[in-house]
């Protein structure tokens, strides 16, 4: 959807505008640190967005930059005692923490059918492994 912390207000604006269409955003947690106060708004005033927030505790993109200029650390530190689902619980936004693949399946299957006609928005937060190395 484009620039880190671009998608959640994005998919908001994109719901409010046309409230009969079904909106998913799928971000990483890191993006999601940059705007994450926009699922008071979309709690607040009852925007039914599903987020699928990719969880594995980086700014993964920052690490990829990084290894392009040739460097071997991490540009940014793992934040992996961060929550994205209990932020978003403390914003006022229903979410829930995914550890698996039969997890994430058995929510979608919830939420999936009735996404149109959602009033509230709702977070799933998905466990990813982070990338070790990237290629390009």
Known sequence: MGGLGFAMPAAIGVRHGAPDRPVVAVLGDGSSLYSIQALWSAAHYGIGVLFVVLANGRYA?????????????????????????????????????VEDHAALLSALDKVLPSLADRCEPLVLEVAVEADAHYSS
């Open 61 to 97: 993109i920052m690490d990829r930059l990084s290894e392009r200029e040739g460097s071997t650390a991490p540009a940014w530190p793992a934040f992996t005692e961060l929550s994205v689902s209990t932020l978003a619980r403390g914003l006022g936004c229903p979410a829930e923490r």
